[in-house]
């Protein structure tokens, strides 16, 4: 009896101890993966910026792709609301989605103005600029982060554009949970290539940018403000119709292009 007691006992410590020292194993793990998870995001990140700029490849190495955003790709801060360049925000650590969070830094978006699902919005906003690849600093495309509710998930992306500041360069999401097959071919390279040359804005500059259930009528006289929907998932396309309404409207990067156009790029 005294015997089979020992014998409980002993395994409830041997289990207790591998227990310990399992947690120890995966707390510690998690806290020295942690930078190398931060780095390979920002990396992941960069190589986005650069493909929906246009320039890069996805084959490119982690020291390649960090060598060509450091060349080619201007951070910089910028407050939504006037589109003036922060004076205080440095670009390297600032985290716009970071602010979104903290009521301190971002508001609350009435339901009728959050066309693009997101709560709220930050009051400053980072914005990356391709220049010219022989060293004059001179604008190639503007590249514009944006956000929005899809079907299942918030799709995290980058809006880049000619320095007409109305012609797509492209558009594509780096972060995204919509279904594999259906709402998740907004990565599919063919739906891609359906951006470069489509215009945003109208005449009097308001966002002019359609997601097209059927297909776009080749010729029509709005096509070039057309994108075909993705087959068979009408809300995830509806979602970036308004995801772009947002970003390119007074809530978003509205008043920050309103300045350039003024100022000039
Ligand atoms: C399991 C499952 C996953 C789905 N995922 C998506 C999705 O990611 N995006 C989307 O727009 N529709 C998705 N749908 C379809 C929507 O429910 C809806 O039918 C569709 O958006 C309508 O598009 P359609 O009019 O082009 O058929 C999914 C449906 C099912 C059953």
């Not at 969070?101 to 699902?117: C, H, K, N, Q, W």
């Not at 600029?129 to 514009?144: F, M």
């Not at 998930?153 to 360069?169: E, H, M, Q, R, W």
Request: aromatic share 8%; charged share 20%.
């Amino acid at each position: 009896m005294s015997s089979n007691k020992e014998s409980t006992a002993r395994t409830l410590i041997v289990a207790l101890v591998v227990s310990l020292v399992a947690s120890v194993f995966v707390a510690g793990s998690a806290i020295y993966l942690k930078p190398v998870q931060q780095e390979n995001r920002l990396l992941d990140k960069q190589r986005s910026i650069l493909a929906i700029a246009g320039v890069g490849s996805p084959t490119l190495s982690a020291r390649e792709a960090q060598e060509l955003f450091a060349k080619r790709i201007r951070a910089e801060v910028i407050d939504l609301a006037t589109g003036a360049p922060s004076e205080t925000h440095d670009p390297l650590t600032f985290d716009p989605l970071k602010a979104a969070r903290d009521p301190a830094a971002s508001a609350a978006l009435p339901g009728d103005v959050d066309i693009a699902l997101i709560k709220r919005r930050e009051q400053y906003a980072t914005v990356y600029r391709l220049v010219k690849a022989d060293g004059s600093d001179e604008l190639e495309a503007l590249i514009l982060p944006v956000r929005g509710y899809g079907l299942w998930s918030t799709l995290y992306g980058f809006l880049a554009i000619k320095p007409d500041l109305n012609t797509v360069v492209g558009l594509g999401f780096y972060q995204h949970g919509e279904t594999p097959g259906l709402g998740g071919e907004v990565d599919n390279p063919k739906w891609k290539a359906l951006w470069p040359g489509k215009t945003l804005f109208d005449a009097d500059g308001k966002p002019n940018i359609e997601i097209v259930k059927g297909g776009v009528q080749p010729g029509g006289k709005d096509a070039a403000h057309q994108v075909d929907a993705l087959a068979g998932a009408t809300l995830t396309s509806k979602g970036i119709d308004h995801l772009l309404h947002f970003w390119l409207g007074e809530q978003g990067f509205g008043p920050y292009l309103a300045r350039l156009r003024q100022e000039g790029v």
